[in-house]
């Protein structure tokens, strides 16, 4: 069941203002809105509405893309993440992301979900940060036996979860998934979501994805975009029932596809 | 303070080592733009200094090279005109040739027939093009001396065919990329059609790639007028203009060759003559490489469509 | 394709000959070679000097001059030519600049190795005051294999799926870490590849040497790079341009030592990509 969800509770990130620009073209304009800690945020909206790029923003992505330029605030845990003196390799580290795109690397599945560890030099148990990452993310009944295999021969689900327990071995305090399931069928979306469920108290969790009825089913709060402007933020339960914004609505009821 | 994750001790002395890195990236960066840098503005200066002396219209119309002569001319015509000679001259002999060897591995050859062709083209283009004048020299001039007995030791023909073979590696590389590119549903609708296989290559398969074939064409003529140990061996190195592929000939790659063995001090005319010839070398095979990239980008944004 | 089909088909039968043409016309050119050569073969000829004299010449200082222009290119051309690449693809924001100095690079790739000749002569012979040594022509060599390198490195760095960049700078990579344990890993087969066909290049060049004044005459070999250049490919040279016949048998001989170092290049380089491209599947 879902915990009822307020917007008053603590934020773990809060954007304001934020805008985005590649180029001469303006992908986000204005965002102001605030993460809760341990809930589930949808991002959805039509194709090209700015969801990837705001969830880039939460851990500085945005800025390895040559003509991007974002101004606006975004603070996590009381920091600004585009202050002078913050390396965005650092605000990727606590903040994880997992992208659209399934791409593990061209390596063993151990290596893969060992990459991110030590790449930020941890010096502890590998072996068993690896398992645990693996183990949240479901996926470590199905490799424990031979990690040593290339992560290139998993399935297409197995390999999202892969990608999903390799951003967990970063034990990041916030997790971006973008259209985590997009390139999914059925059976392994399911799955997808029922593991996004199991980790919900412990991360806060930001999922952008142009399938409406999986933010229905997944989140605490939604929030909807429409060619880079936030149109409306709240209560995913408000929101589908009673949107405030005819466009959020038109959007919902599949009037603008 | 963001709170921390797995990161462990040493964030400081990575960031250090990964600026290191960075800087001698950029150092890396800096020392090759300023040496290809430093190439252009060697051949522009010189070439310059050569054209401020003896005026570009002379340069470019008189029919006379003699820059080491007592009454030295400054003509770059011959070099040029011998220079296209020999470049058309290698493309008769190579693209017939090359394109329909490519439309052989591409329509008819058998597995082990283009595995067999494949080494061959790949032997044949990584060898030095100092053996391919060898060959040309001691071997095809003797021959056609002995079916013509009017060819001169040092003479064109016997240039333009050992050219034509060191390009024909590159026109059938090239021109089979060029078929490969066409859509297979295109040929078999032509086939599905009942049409003979010889006519669908004739009216489908050579018309859709022709866009990439004739950019092959072009990127082996540059290696053709870029040549210069072939046609130093097999053509000599006499600047003279004849229509005759018995005679031998100089090209402008040839004539730079003389700055080795002449003694053209730094700073004079007949010094500075080698760089305006470079130049032009330069200019000819540039604008061949652009018109050749053109070609490739105009058919691929045409397929595209 | 079954014979009656053929015989129905001119061009299919043209382009056989085509083919058999293009296979003859090899054939005569490596039995030439192999036949001329197949005179001077033996240890003598290997390290022997070269001479005056047809019959006593050997290869011994041209060999050793292939070999150190060979390593001063690996040295001077490798480091700074993928640096280069690495600093454009992963560092260097996209600017005018930069696709400047892309296309300079990708136009320069493409010259005829004479002009880098001239070139080299004026800057390093000269100006710089080396003289015709080993040392000007490892440096001109470096010079015409820079712009090869710097193009076939980013070719085979842009290749490498922008996903697995992503992922990686995602995970909290530093750029270093990513370019280090993805990056080369994966582009790494193409980058030697592209390094092995720049060293082809190299390995076979002899205008531009003949540019900076070789010595065609040396009695023993080179120990060090201010020694007087000499190499392979314009041993030959000047070999083929002697009428004797037993100076063309030399040439030939010496050609064919060439293409086995070509060969020994490319095959141990063919070798090395296979394992690096079998190791991340």
């Known amino acids: ?133 693996l183990t949240d993310a479901g996926l470590w009944s199905e490799v424990a036996d031979d990690l040593d295999t290339p992560a290139l021969e998993l399935s297409a689900g197995q390999k999202q979860r892969l990608c999903i327990a390799r951003t967990l071995a970063l034990k990041p305090d916030v997790l971006l998934l973008d259209e985590p399931t997009s390139a999914l069928d059925p059976e392994a979306t399911a799955r997808i979501e029922s593991i996004i469920r199991a980790l919900s108290p412990r991360y806060t969790i930001v999922i952008a994805t142009y399938n409406r009825w999986q933010a229905a089913r997944l989140s605490d709060l939604t929030a909807f975009l429409d060619r880079g402007e936030l149109l409306e933020y709240g209560l995913t339960e408000t929101l589908f029932t009673n949107p405030r914004e005819a466009r959020t609505e038109s959007y919902l009821t599949g009037r603008t596809q | 303070m963001m709170p921390q994750g797995v990161a462990g001790a040493g964030t400081a002395s990575r960031a250090a080592g990964e600026r290191l890195v960075a800087h001698v990236l950029l150092a890396c960066t800096v020392i090759a ?24 219209w002379r340069f470019l119309t008189e029919i006379t090279w003699a820059p080491a002569a007592e009454e030295a001319r400054f003509g770059v015509l011959p070099l040029v005109v011998g220079t296209v000679q020999i470049a058309v001259g290698a493309a008769v002999f190579a693209l017939p040739v090359g394109v329909m060897t490519a439309v052989y591995l591409h329509q008819y050859a058998s597995r082990r027939a283009t595995r067999l062709l494949s080494g061959v083209t790949a032997l044949m283009s990584s060898v030095p093009t100092v053996v391919y004048g060898l060959f040309a020299l001691h071997f095809v001039t003797p021959v056609l001396q002995v079916l013509w007995p009017g060819v001169e030791a040092f003479n064109a023909l016997s240039a333009c065919m050992v050219v034509g073979l060191m390009i024909l590696p590159t026109v059938t590389v090239l ?61 000599g190195n006499e600047s003279r203009l004849t229509w005759s592929p018995f005679e031998g000939l100089q090209t402008l790659t040839a004539f730079l060759t003389q700055l080795g063995t002449g003694d053209a001090a730094t700073g004079t005319r007949e010094f500075q003559a080698f760089f305006a010839v470079g130049a032009v070398l330069f200019v000819g095979t540039y604008g061949i490489h652009m018109a050749g990239r053109m070609l490739v980008s105009r058919s691929v944004g045409r397929r595209g469509q | 394709m079954t014979r009656p089909t053929s015989r129905r088909d001119p ?72 640096g280069t690449a690495i600093y454009l693809e992963e560092y260097a924001p996209r600017t005018r600049l930069t696709a400047v100095i892309e296309s300079v690079a990708a136009n320069l790739a493409g010259i005829p190795s004479v002009i880098y000749g001239i070139v080299g002569l004026a800057l390093f012979v000269r100006a710089l005051g080396m003289g015709p040594t080993i040392l000007a022509g490892g440096c001109t060599l470096a010079v015409l294999a820079l712009p090869v390198v710097i193009v076939t490195s980013r070719t085979a760095i842009r290749r490498v799926p922008a996903g697995l960049r992503l992922a990686a700078y995602g995970l909290g990579a530093t750029r270093w870490q990513v370019v280090r344990n993805q990056i080369l890993p994966v582009a790494g087969p193409g980058i030697l590849a592209g390094c092995c066909a720049a060293f082809t290049r190299t390995a076979g060049a002899a205008a531009p040497l003949l540019v900076l004044g070789t010595a065609t005459f040396m009695s023993f ?8 250049l000499t190499s392979l490919p314009t041993q030959i040279f000047s070999w083929a341009t002697r009428s004797h016949e037993g100076f063309t048998a030399l040439a030939a001989g010496a050609a064919i030592v060439l293409l086995l170092l070509l060969l020994v290049m490319n095959l141990v380089s063919a070798f090395v990509v296979r394992r690096l491209g079998g190791a991340s599947p």
């Open chain 3, 11 to 82: 061009i299919g039968a043209a382009c056989r000959v085509a083919a058999l043409v293009v296979l003859f016309g090899f054939l005569a050119f490596a039995a030439y070679l192999g036949f001329t050569a197949s005179q001077v073969v033996g240890m003598d000829f290997l390290r022997g000097a070269s001479s005056g004299a047809a019959d006593s010449a050997g290869i011994g200082p041209a060999l050793a001059g292939t070999l150190w222009l060979l390593l001063l290119t690996a040295v001077l051309a490798l480091p700074i030519g993928i």
């Open chain 1, 1 to 133: 069941m879902k915990r009822p969800a307020a917007t008053t509770d603590a934020p773990v990130l809060t954007a304001e203002r934020l805008s985005v620009r590649f180029g001469r073209s303006i992908a986000l304009r204005d965002v102001s809105l605030a993460i809760p800690r341990g809930r589930i945020v949808s991002i959805i909206g039509p194709s090209g509405c700015g969801k990837t790029t705001l969830l880039r923003c939460f851990s500085r992505m945005n800025e390895l893309v040559s003509g991007a330029s974002t101004s606006g605030t975004v603070h996590f845990a009381g920091t600004d993440l585009y202050g002078p003196d913050i390396d965005p390799v650092e605000v990727r580290r606590r903040i994880g992301m997992v992208f659209q795109e399934t791409t593990p690397f061209p390596k063993s599945v151990f290596d893969n979900i060992a990459f991110g560890p030590r790449a930020s030099g941890f010096a502890g148990d590998l072996q068993g940060l690896v398992e645990e990452a």
């Open chain 2, 175 to 235: 021109s089979r990329e060029a078929l490969d590119s066409v859509p297979a549903p295109l040929l078999n609708a032509g086939l599905a059609l009942g049409a003979p296989k010889g006519r669908v290559v004739a009216r489908i398969l050579l018309p859709a790639a022709s866009g990439g074939i004739l950019a092959a064409v072009l990127i082996a003529m540059a290696r053709a007028v870029g040549e210069t140990m072939i046609v130093t061996l097999a053509a």
């Open chain 3, 221 to 228: 070999a080179p120990q060090t790079p201010a020694h007087p």
């Open chain 2, 33 to 56: 733009v300023v040496t290809l840098a430093a190439v252009l503005a060697v051949l522009v200066r010189e070439a310059g200094l050569f054209l401020a002396d003896v005026s570009p």
